[in-house]
């Protein structure tokens, strides 16, 4: 060893992240209280979720099999027998003074998922994923009062919990993304990150270590960020302990450590971007766990299960693979057509119709995407269902439209009930591609313009212009209906023989 | 038995039930605490190993309901009985600043 040790220790991140996801149930998790968002304060509330005395919840079974499949789809094992528990703790959002979780006996547990980071396979660890019903909302904004709207309180919320697996901003967001993608994969959220159906609260600390050491390295305190609701802030979040945690530890390295200092819990401040001190986890208030009551356990058999797997989709990652595999598509357009089920949906079907992969893919990402970001809703929801877009996929496969032309030939399907290529000989979009009917074409326009021929013939400089400029023509001669390629082919032909 | 709930374990406890305790109520409440625990002590002397443990003391499982959205209440009737309310909030003194 080096007599002279090195000063200039490296740090690791260590993060692990909770999730917060609320489930597209029609109903709440106890009550049948509507689901919903935005609507008036309290309006979607009942003497059980409001926490009268005397009340008694009862389980809405899809929302425990959402919650299974999110389970099966995250490789956790789906426990067999589960029960409820009471985490009591008290804030104006949380009407019955307690919450309904489940805290020894999660419905799934020791999961994983597997994620492209740097073109490696990155694996994070899932510890559990268990249901909760979720607080209603405090209203901060009312002069000398905080509102409370009970709407939210009692819909089920799922919290996946991470192994503290992720070891930079850029994989806490690749794993944030992919969650968000899978929940909706799966049909079990919406995951409208501006209707808050997502939020997230990161556990951030840092590895510290010298090499020139053997010590092992130390941890910095864990530090956990509460309730962000936005990919933007967690990224910041992130981004801002990992900073905040190497200076602390720089100003105070002997005491800045985990052994020496608890846990603390912090908020992000949006507008300021920084993280703000809340309190130490040794003052945490206690939850006073009990086994909930009034609620009766939960047992899945093999049958129940089995029919909860045939409920999860191919998923993202393989679908991924799949696409490019069996499509040919290269890796950055399957990417994109695989981002949304709907999307993967759409162009499969298409596919299925009789259109091109590359065509049909190529058509989604140049039109079909645009307009639906446009018109804000889905791609399948335009109106070009996937058998309609097959037509028009044709139409462009056999060169009787231009790739121009689908443009406004797929704007018009939007409108029209009419097939693609009923609206393409309306529009008079067709093209002709047939050699014998562009000769004559052709001929009248070598004939009027020979200067032009023989430019082109002549080679040089004005070769190319010329060329481009007796294809002009004839597109212009055929109001745009000759299909350049072949014309172009028999203009050759004609000049150079 | 000596003393199996501590002076600090009380303070603790009655900190967390926001309960104003005197010195003399912390002994007292010690004490009476710890005797609890010692005669609840006795259950220890059953040999449980070959019992499961129980959950739930009714022998049912799986009551569910359908995921169907019933009725719910006004929002008049909700707040019927609110101290303060406002706006069709529930109003509550202020939490943030």
Redesign the interface.
Known sequence: MSPQKSHTPQYRPTVGLEIHVELA???KMFC????KFGD????????VC?GMPGVLP???????EFAVRVGLALNCNIAT?T?WDRKGYYY?DLPKNYQISQYD?PLSSNGYIDLPVDSQVKRVGITRAHLEEDAGK???D?P???????NRAGVPLLEIVSEPDMNSPQEVMVYARAMRQLVRYLGVSEANMQHGHMRFEPNISLWIFDEAETDGGHYTPIVEVKNLNSFRALEKTVVFEIERQINEWQADSQNYRMDKMSKQNRGWDDVKEITVFQRHKEEA??YRYF?E?DL????IDEAWLKQIRSQVPELPAARLERFQKEFGLEAKLANLLTSEKSIADYFEQAVRAGASAKRAANMIQSQGLRLANERGTDVGSLGVWPERLAQLCKLADADKVSATATVAIFEAMMESEDSAEKIAQDKNLMQVSDASELESVVQQVLTENTKAVEDYRAGGKKSKKARGFLLGQVMQKSKGQANPKVAGEIIDKKVLG | MSAKIGPEQVRKVAHLARIKLSESEVEQFSEQLSDILTYVDQLNELDTSNVEPTTHPLRLSNVFRKDEAGETLSNEAALANAPKKHGGFFAVPKVLE
């Open positions: 149930t029609a109903s049948a209280c509507t689901n008036p304060p309290n309006t979607n509330v009942c003497p409001l009862v389980m809405n079974r899809k929302a425990y027998y029960k104006p006996l405090n209203v901060h009312l000398d009062c905080t509102g409370v709207d009970l208030q206690e086994p009551p009766l356990p939960v047992e």
